[in-house]
């Protein structure tokens, strides 16, 4: 009887260690297994956390969300979703990986509230509103340098997980988003040109 008790546990001690839907699930649940990991992620986190609340308070506001809108912003939501869900299931490529993108968050950062800084209290423009205009052109600070410094941003910081980790799923949703951007900055300059005439028309021929 003992025997056979000490056989069934063994059986059922193999089956635990050889399955591998129980094991995924504590490693996710557990989440980052390194130190970079849980930086990288916090890193990941305070992004997100910049960019909701200055999108919030330092950007213009839809009167009248267009459908394009809506499905844009449902959009972000979902490939936030993944990249949460990314960052904490799978490890760094490596350390070096690893620090370049917490370095891509960082820069991200820095760049969105420079912008928010160069506006001066001028509500900037968001992607795909297209009801709304700023009151007056905004050329000074990091717009000096850059045409649309707040869609870089975005590129370094959906990008940052893609290098981190060299994710594929990861680097498609980015590369979805970005695409996105890039449709929503033309929009963006054929507004901003019609409100402001010849002087944004100057400005762009001056700035990438």
């Not at 990288?40 to 986190?45: D, E, G, N, P, T």
């Not at 609340?53 to 972000?76: A, T």
């Amino acid at each position: 009887m003992r025997r056979l008790l000490r056989i069934n546990l063994l059986q059922i001690g193999r089956r635990a260690v050889s399955s591998p839907p129980i094991l995924s699930t504590v490693s996710f649940v557990s989440g980052p297994s390194t130190l970079l990991g849980w930086l990288l992620l916090a890193s990941a986190v305070a992004a997100t956390g910049v960019y909701v609340v200055g999108l919030q308070k330092f950007f213009l506001q839809s009167h009248s969300p267009s459908r394009h809108l809506v499905l844009f912003q449902e959009m972000n939501v979902a490939v936030a979703a993944i990249h949460a869900v990314g960052l904490v299931s799978r490890a760094p490529a490596g350390p070096v990986w690893a620090g370049v993108g917490v370095g891509m968050y960082i820069l991200g950062i820095v760049l969105f509230l420079a912008a928010i800084e160069a506006a001066r209290g001028t509500p900037l423009p968001r992607a795909f509103v297209l009801d709304r205009h700023p009151d007056r052109l905004i050329t000074g600070g990091v717009f000096r340098v850059v045409r649309h410094p707040v869609y870089l941003s975005y590129l370094l910081a959906w990008f940052a997980g893609p290098v981190a980790t060299h994710s594929p799923t990861l680097t498609g949703s980015a590369a979805a988003l970005v695409a996105c951007y890039a449709v929503a900055a033309a929009r963006e300059d054929r507004a901003l040109a019609w409100r402001f005439g010849q002087a944004y028309d100057v400005y762009r021929g001056t700035r990438r």
